[in-house]
C-alpha cells in the first residue's frame, strides 16, 4: 500500500516535470496534472496541496531523497555529484522552472530542500565542541544558500565549460575553504 | 417585465455565485453527491431569505415613489450590479486551484452571505419591477440550486477555468436588460 502510494506521488510530479516542458507553468493546472496521470482531482489533493506543493516534491525527489544513500554512508562529495547530474539530466526542466517566482519561487524551494539536505547532513556528521554558537539550522541555511547560487549558474551556463564534474569540484572547492584561504595572509 | 427577462436577469446574477462555487469545486478533495446537495442548499436558502428580505424592503419604499420612478430605480440598480460583476470579474483573474481543507457548512454560509447581497437588491428590483413574490422565491430557488449545482460540478471536474468570462457575461446580460427595460417600461411609456 505504501509503495502504491509513493508510486501514484511520483507519477504525479513525474507529469508536472513532463507538462512543465511544454507549457508555461502559470498556465497549468491540476485538471491537466491529473489528465496526464489518469487520476481524479481527489487522488492529486491525496498527495499535493497545490501545483507548487507537487513542484516542491520533484526537488525534493531529486535534491533529498536521491541523496539518501550517499547521505547515509558519509559521502559529501557524492551528493553534490548526483544532485548536478540530476539537474544535468533535467537541464530543459530545471531552466523552465527557474523561472517559476513570487511567493512560492522555484529558486525558495530549491534553497529549503538544501537546507534539509545540510540539516540532516549536519545532524549526523557534525564535529563535536566546534563553534557550537552556531547552529545546525544556521549553517545548514548558509550552505544551502551557496550551493543554490551553484546551481543556479550550473542550470544556466550556455558555454559548456564546466560539466558535472568540474562544477562538482567548485561547489567542493568553495563549500570547503573559507574566505581566509582566499586572502593573502599577514 | 416578463418572467424570461426576470429568468435572465436572475441569470446574469447567479454567475457571481457559479464562479464562488466552482473555485470552491476545484479546492475540495472529496465532492460527493451529499456534500453538493448540502451546499447548493444552504446557498439556496441564503439566496431565497435575500430576495425576501429584499422584498420586505421595497414594501416599505412603494409608498413614497411613483411606478416610474420606481422602475427607473430598479433598472439602475441592476445596471449597477451588471457593471459591479463586470469588474469584479476583470479584476479577479488570478486564482490558484488550492486544497482547502477547512471548507463546512458555516463558510459556505458566510460565502453564500457575501454573494447574497446583490441577490438581496435584485429582489428590491424584482419588486418595483412587478414580479410576484412567489415567482421570485421560485425563480431564485431553482435558479440558485442548480447554478450552485453545475458550478460544483464543473470546478472538481475541470478546475476554475473561464470565470473571467462567465463573470463578464453575466454582467453584460444585467446590464443589456435593465437598459432594455428602462427603454421599454420607464422611457418609451
Known sequence: MEYHKGMMKTYLFENLRFLMQHHLFEKITIKQICDQTGVIRATFYNYFDDKYDCLNAIVYHDFVENSHAYLEADQFPEIIGQILQVVEDNRDFYRVAYSVSGQNSFEDMVRANLAILFKEYFVRYRRPGYLEQYSNDLLSRYYAECVAFDLRTFVFRTDGTFSVKDTRQMVLDLATNSLSNFTRKN | ?189
Open chain 2, 1 to 189: 417585465m416578463n418572467m424570461t427577462q426576470a429568468v435572465l436577469i436572475f441569470l446574469g446574477l447567479s454567475l457571481d455565485g457559479f464562479i464562488v462555487m466552482m473555485k470552491k469545486g476545484a479546492s475540495i478533495r472529496g465532492l460527493t453527491i451529499k456534500n453538493s446537495l448540502t451546499y447548493a442548499v444552504v446557498y439556496t436558502a441564503a439566496d431565497v431569505l435575500a430576495v425576501l428580505i429584499g422584498y420586505s424592503i421595497s414594501y416599505f419604499l412603494k409608498g413614497f415613489i411613483s411606478n416610474r420612478i420606481e422602475v427607473v430605480i430598479a433598472c439602475l440598480a441592476i445596471f449597477a450590479i451588471g457593471c459591479y460583476l463586470i469588474t469584479k470579474a476583470v479584476r479577479d483573474t488570478k486564482f490558484e486551484e488550492k486544497l482547502d481543507k477547512t471548507f463546512n457548512l458555516k463558510q459556505c454560509f458566510g460565502l453564500a452571505a457575501a454573494t447574497s447581497l446583490d441577490t438581496l437588491f435584485l429582489g428590491v428590483c424584482f419588486s418595483f419591477l412587478g414580479i410576484a413574490l412567489g415567482q421570485a422565491i421560485a425563480l431564485s430557488f431553482v435558479m440558485t440550486f442548480v447554478t450552485i449545482l453545475i458550478a460544483l460540478s464543473i470546478g472538481y471536474t475541470q478546475g476554475a477555468r473561464y470565470q473571467t468570462v462567465f463573470g463578464i457575461s453575466g454582467g453584460c446580460l444585467m446590464i443589456i436588460f435593465s437598459l432594455y427595460i428602462l427603454f421599454a417600461y420607464a422611457i418609451m411609456r
